[in-house]
């Protein structure tokens, strides 16, 4: 059964990649420091626009807050679809105080939480076809233990896609069947169904890929 717990990872890995389509960059956003920091803040501020940061720019600081703003204009055509916004602009370290953490304000409003482990945020329906304001308050975060020392992070990823559900279903149905399957004594008989069910699924599914003008075949 290795191969196929083999072969099975290699294509959940592949298929995640295909569960954005569209792809919208946004590369680019205001920047001003929050020299505050206070908590509770209820509403962003007014940005100066002065400071910029841009994909693959580094921040770096110890328990430093720093606020992103930025417009875009949701593609009209994606009415009746699941927009999702895509956030990376760091890495959330081990520990409860040693993190990257962040709060998206939409339209001027806390809407939800991104960090490492949350970075898809589902941007309401009705909001398509309109230009809308995302706002960021970054959190630098703590050393996690020992004495003070800085944090570095990087701007990695931001942009909106459409997710495709067909593509989301089977990756997270064919992740949990896989991680299932590994945990399970190889004499229990829920082991084998588990990885051929989901061999079988993986076969029968056909993508296509964006910008290759071919069908990609999982099987």
């Not at 290699?10 to 956003?29: G, M, Q, T, V």
């Not at 081990?94 to 589902?122: I, K, M």
């Not at 169904?193 to 993986?202: G, I, K, N, S």
């Amino acid at each position: 059964m290795f191969w196929i717990v083999e072969k099975l990872q290699k294509r959940i890995e592949e298929l995640a990649s295909y569960r954005y389509r569209h792809a919208l960059a946004l590369d680019e956003w205001e920047m001003q420091e929050d020299e505050a920091g206070a908590n509770g803040v209820h509403r962003p501020p007014a940005m100066a626009g002065e400071l910029r940061m841009r994909k693959g720019d580094r921040w770096v600081g110890y328990d430093r807050y720093v606020w992103l703003r930025r417009t875009v204009r949701v593609p009209e055509d994606w009415k009746d679809r699941e927009v999702v916004g895509l956030f990376d602009f760091g890495l959330t370290g081990p520990g409860n105080n040693s993190a990257f953490e962040s709060l998206l304000y939409l339209n001027g409003r806390p809407f939800q939480g991104v960090d490492t482990n949350h970075q898809e945020v589902f941007i309401p329906a009705e909001l398509a076809g309109s230009e809308i304001e995302l706002v960021f308050r970054l959190w630098s975060g703590l050393e996690g233990g020992g004495g003070p020392r800085d944090q570095e992070h990087q701007f990695k990823r931001a942009e909106l896609a459409v997710l495709d559900a067909a593509a989301d279903d089977l990756y997270f149905t064919g992740r949990a069947a896989l991680e299932t399957a590994k945990i399970l004594e190889e004499s229990n008989p829920s082991k084998h169904d588990l990885l051929t069910a989901a061999d079988r699924a993986f076969f029968a599914r056909r993508l296509v890929a964006p910008g290759l003008g071919r069908l990609l075949c999982l099987g």
